[in-house]
């Protein structure tokens, strides 16, 4: 199974301020990344797909972006509706795998 | 607008069985493949079946492999989970997903999700 190592687990972080999250692959999987947003008691909701592409309805605020085997999720102003738990997600191969969670939170 | 409702979970035995029931709506059912995905109490996300959009291909991770059976009826918009010989380990939120069109690579819509747990 292709493993999903994403960090930090935890931040904390101000209004407006820039936030990265990053996801590292065990093995190449091209472009076949998409990172989830996860508020308390809800389910998850798609951000990106395709490892750049915005999902619909989403915020222009959030960016994917890649090199290599890493995949890093921005939000360029973070605004107080966004803490939750974000995820990546390969789409590679089966098993799809997830990342461990990132819990965002405002200072 | 994309709705998926789950239902059928609750508190059951280890051992016995529990079917889950997924209502689509605002979509034509029939063109998608669909997915179970769980989430073990403060836990993260796990994928556990997928099946193709006629129903003719399915797929299961390898821990509910034999006592897990993904199906649908797409003539009642609807997507099932029957599980059988429950474990512990299977205590989780079980959410239905539609993966994607294009490259069923992705989940783009979930439904809220229903608890199971496993406990004597």
């Known amino acids: 199974d292709i493993q999903m190592t994403q960090s930090p687990a935890s931040l904390s972080a101000s209004l407006e301020e820039i936030v990265t999250i990053t996801c590292q692959a065990s093995q190449d999987i091209g472009n076949w990344l998409a990172w989830y947003q996860q508020k308390p008691g809800k389910s998850p909701q798609l951000l990106i797909y395709g490892a750049t592409s915005l999902a619909d309805g989403v915020p222009s605020r959030f960016s994917g972006s890649r090199s290599g085997t890493q995949y890093s999720l921005k939000i360029s102003r973070l605004q107080v509706e966004d803490p939750g738990i974000y995820y990546c997600?390969?789409?590679?191969?089966?098993?799809?795998?997830f990342g461990a969670g990132t819990k965002l939170e405002l200072k | 607008e994309v709705q998926l409702v789950e239902s059928g979970g609750g508190l059951v035995q280890p051992g016995r069985s529990l079917k889950l029931s997924c209502a689509a709506s605002g979509f034509t059912f029939s063109d998608y493949n669909m997915a179970w995905v769980r989430q073990a109490p403060k836990k993260g996300l796990e994928w556990v079946a997928t099946?193709?959009?006629?129903?003719?291909?399915?797929y299961y991770r390898d821990s509910v492999k034999g006592r897990f059976t993904i199906s649908r009826d797409n003539a009642k918009s609807t997507l099932y989970l029957q599980m059988d010989s429950l474990r512990s380990e299977d205590t989780a939120t079980y959410y239905c997903a539609r993966r994607d069109y294009y490259y069923s690579a992705y989940f783009d819509y979930w439904g809220q999700g229903v608890m199971v747990t496993v406990s004597s």
């Open positions: 997600l390969q789409g590679y191969s089966a098993p799809n795998t």
């Open positions: 099946i193709s959009y006629d129903g003719s291909s399915t």
